[in-house]
């Protein structure tokens, strides 16, 4: 790959900072945008392994719950897995997802545990997304090789648990509420032993007009970050009614008058361009990025980051069961189906870039669900992006 601002070594020296550097709103090695102009092509910098399609709860925003089972078979070797890992030395970041990737102790010690090693040992960023209702003993088994523990938060009151997590289940537990106590135990143990604990929460009709309590509990539970996504309408989540964006602007207004100004709230594949015609989307991105503490992250899935099943080794774009498959490593390495997917139509379609605003466009359901249609790469940024730097028009 011809590199735009480096040659080789510089490359490396640029992406092994961002490994070792803290992460903070300053630095988030999740977010593409720390890595453009290092090449003159998106690098791969990020994969996510599906570990399991097992899981112990049937939550009804889940975006791959038609694919979990409650048998699995594993059809591809892990070594196999991290042979082709080793070959792209561009990465900085490693996640683990599933189902529940800590779904039982054998998961946990035969494939969770053994790729979270391999991970740290190639000193990447790691984050594993967990429901984190299981027995604390089983994170603790991995927990010293985790930078972020990602959890599903969405619960104002302990009754809306019940209702969501087993909005799928063939069986409710006499005691629907037991997994929230105990998920809040062991959110409140790992805070207070310094684990960055980062919950997200899902903007839903049901979580929106209660977004300001579900912060507050999030706070006081030790949780260092706040995630905010809106609705993926796949798989479970397709059956339920997506939030007009103005109820999702009212919610984010209500969510940054009433927040706590020590948890970083970070907006994933924020629904608002800097390029938006409505002068009243821009108007509340130039608010979001004037508070402290707050960042929009630019959306990962295929802009630096594939998600590979370790089950089969097939290579998605995203998590999302509904977008199929871009290429199996079995077949071929991470590089060729990553240089595919660039040059692929979809890929086109949502891959603009504005650098006043240090946008990389939309996440590819967001614009499918909210701006069918649009042609992004015949609008501009109309303001600017950064603190300090907002220009909003
Ligand atoms: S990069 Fe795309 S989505 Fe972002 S502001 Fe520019 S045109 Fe809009």
Redesign the pocket.
């Known amino acids: 790959m011809k590199l735009v601002l480096a040659h080789q070594d510089e490359l490396q020296r640029r992406l092994a900072t961002l490994r070792e550097t803290p992460i903070s709103p300053e630095n988030d090695p999740w977010d593409p945008y720390a890595t453009v102009g290092l090449a003159d092509k998106p690098l791969l910098t990020s994969i996510e392994v599906t570990v399991t399609n097992l899981c112990n709860l049937r939550c009804e925003h889940c975006a791959v719950g038609d694919v979990l089972t409650d048998t699995e078979q594993r059809a591809f070797p892990l070594d196999d897995l991290m042979a082709r890992l080793d070959e792209v030395d561009t990465l900085v970041t490693f996640s683990v997802t599933g189902g529940e990737p800590a779904a039982s102790q054998r998961l946990v010690d035969e494939v969770t545990r053994p790729l979270l090693q391999y991970a740290k040992a190639r000193g990447l960023r790691t984050q594993v997304n967990t429901n984190l209702t299981l027995p604390l003993e089983r994170y603790e088994s991995f927990i010293d090789l985790v930078d972020v523990l990602h959890v599903s938060y969405n619960y104002p009151e302990p009754a809306e648990f019940a209702r969501i997590a087993y909005a799928y289940s063939d069986r409710v537990p006499k005691d629907p509420t037991a997994l929230l106590r105990r998920m809040e135990r062991n959110i409140r143990e790992l805070s207070a032993a310094g684990r960055f604990v980062s919950a997200e929460t899902i903007l839903t009709r049901a979580t929106l007009p209660r977004i300001e309590e579900i912060h507050a509990r999030i706070a006081e539970l030790g949780c260092r970050r706040h995630e905010i996504h809106p609705l993926y309408p796949s798989d479970f989540a397709a059956r339920m009614s997506v939030p007009a964006l103005e109820e999702y602007a009212d919610g984010v207004r209500r969510l940054l008058a009433t927040r706590n100004p020590e948890v970083w709230i970070l907006f994933g594949t924020f629904p608002f ?4 015609p409505d002068p009243t989307h821009r108007q509340l991105l130039a608010h979001v990025l004037a508070q402290p503490n707050t960042t929009v992250r630019n959306d990962p899935d295929g802009r630096n980051r594939l998600n590979v099943s370790s089950l089969t080794g097939d290579v998605l774009v995203a998590d999302f069961a509904s977008l199929g498959p871009v290429g199996n490593i079995g077949r071929e390495g991470f590089q060729a189906i990553w240089e595919r997917w660039l040059a692929s139509q979809t890929a086109a379609r949502i891959h ?3 650098p006043a ?1 240090r ?4 996440n590819i359901i967001v614009a499918e669900t909210y701006f069918p249609g649009v042609d ?2 015949a ?4 303001m600017g992006a950064g603190r300090g730097l907002v220009r909003p028009t």
Not at 273 to 276: I, V
Not at 359 to 362: S, T
């Open positions: 361009f800097a390029c938006s603009c870039h504005c605003a946008c990389l466009g939309p992004w790469h609008r501009e940024a109309a």
